[in-house]
């Protein structure tokens, strides 16, 4: 689901992971400054499905010397059941577990990059990647879909016409009225049509 980054009415509340103090009020102080709600400081990602499940976050911010194999994985989980912007700052890092965490969902991933004015910028990041992502995989869901509907019509029309002895307009055309009477898609109707025609076989 988008995030809007920029909701008046509701500011993006904000998860954020660290188990350092010192780093986390610099954190702390960037979230404040854009005017971000944080929710919770974890120190690690032990049970992180379950804190995100229960505290809802728009955002997850994650600041850390160098992530570990299990913070990624963690990562991934989360992202996997409960996706939403994930920003990193990471102490120091490698282009082996930058691509691991990129891969894992991580929508903003900044090195020795950590400063009070920088925190808005890179949780904007984060947030229009993760738009950006999520819109290019719905339409590409619906191109799917569309293809499957397509292979279902053409199938459905050539059952019912080498049934019923119709053309393949006049296939296309009770297609179409099935569809309307049982309030459905004519893809949904299709694909009933071509499943009971494997069954007859």
Known sequence: ????????TK????LLIDDNPTRAEIVE?????AGYRLLARLE????????VRSLAPDVIVVSIDSPSRDTIEDMRRATDLL?????????????????AAMEAGVSAYVVKGLARDRVRPVVDVAVAHFNRYHAMREELERARLSLV?????????????????????????????????????????AQDIVTYGKALK
């Open 44 to 51: 690690g990602t032990q049970d992180l499905i379950g804190r």
């Open 149 to 189: 509907e397509r292979k279902a019509i053409d199938r459905a029309k050539g059952f019912l016409m080498e049934q019923k002895g119709i053309t393949e307009e006049a296939a296309y055309r009770l297609l179409r009225k099935l569809a309307m009477n049982q309030n459905k898609r004519i893809g949904e109707v």
């Open 1 to 8: 689901m988008p995030v809007n980054a920029a909701a008046v």
């Open 29 to 33: 102080a960037g979230l404040a400054a």
């Open 83 to 99: 996706p939403r912007p994930i920003a990193f700052f990471v102490d120091q890092s490698d282009p082996a577990t930058i691509a």
């Open 11 to 14: 500011p993006l509340s904000v």
